[in-house]
């Protein structure tokens, strides 16, 4: 980002005024609440190892740095809790999933089919669906193509989804 204000503005008096005026238009609580957000960043860091890992085992400090082996973990845990919440939505959504004739596509086309023309209900958990996805890649119904395309939906704001492919014989051959 840079600053448009012209050079000589920068070196007067009027900068500072400028500064001062931001400052109290931004508010007083603001400023309070930022700097206690570090003043706990700061006291988080200089408590002892033995603090740091019962934070962390709450899951109240997001700054910590997960191995890899420890975020994959976690990730499983919670798409088998999300997977068990919706147990009886996911066995629906499969045999909906099995009648789909779109073979490759981001997974929102394949959901959006799934709910326009499959006639699939509404999850109880959004999170549902990235559950669903990930049991149809675990047993090989779907592999990643490599692709990449932008989602449709205006709620997705246009974001990158990985593309799909289909696998429906048995020898794992795409349609």
Same mark, same amino acid.
């Given at each position: 980002?840079?600053?448009?204000?012209?050079?000589?503005?920068?070196?007067?008096?009027? %900068?500072?005024?400028?500064?001062?005026?931001?400052?109290?238009?931004?508010?007083?609580?603001?400023?309070?609440?930022?700097?206690?957000?570090?003043?706990?960043?700061?006291?988080?860091?200089?408590?002892?190892?033995?603090?740091?890992?019962?934070?962390?085992?709450?899951?109240?400090?997001?700054?910590?740095?997960?191995?890899?082996?420890?975020?994959?973990?976690?990730?499983?845990?919670?798409?088998?809790?999300?997977?068990?919440?919706?147990?009886?939505?996911?066995?629906?959504?499969?045999?909906?999933?099995?009648?789909?004739?779109?073979?490759?596509?981001?997974?929102?086309?394949?959901?959006?089919?799934?709910?326009?023309?499959?006639?699939?209900?509404?999850?109880?958990?959004?999170?549902?669906?990235?559950?669903?996805?990930?049991?149809?890649?675990?047993?090989?119904?779907?592999?990643?193509?490599?692709? %990449?395309?932008?989602? @449709?939906?205006?709620?997705?704001?246009?974001?990158?989804?990985?593309?799909? @492919?289909?696998?429906?014989?048995?020898?794992?051959?795409?349609?």
């Amino acid at each position: 980002m840079t600053c448009a204000l012209p050079l000589p503005l920068l070196h007067s008096a009027a %900068w500072g005024i400028f500064l001062v005026g931001m400052l109290a238009a931004w508010g007083l609580s603001s400023w309070i609440a930022t700097w206690g957000i570090f003043s706990a960043r700061r006291e988080r860091a200089s408590a002892t190892p033995e603090d740091a890992s019962a934070v962390a085992s709450e899951g109240e400090d997001m700054d910590q740095q997960l191995s890899l082996i420890e975020a994959l973990e976690r990730k499983d845990a919670v798409l088998a809790a999300v997977e068990e919440g919706n147990a009886e939505w996911i066995a629906e959504a499969m045999l909906v999933f099995d009648r789909c004739p779109i073979v490759e596509g981001i997974g929102e086309a394949f959901r959006n089919w799934m709910r326009e023309e499959g006639g699939l209900r509404a999850p109880r958990s959004a999170h549902a669906w990235g559950a669903l996805f990930g049991l149809l890649k675990k047993r090989g119904m779907i592999v990643m193509t490599g692709a %990449w395309r932008p989602m @449709q939906n205006a709620a997705s704001r246009a974001r990158l989804s990985p593309v799909y @492919q289909k696998v429906t014989s048995a020898d794992g051959v795409a349609a």
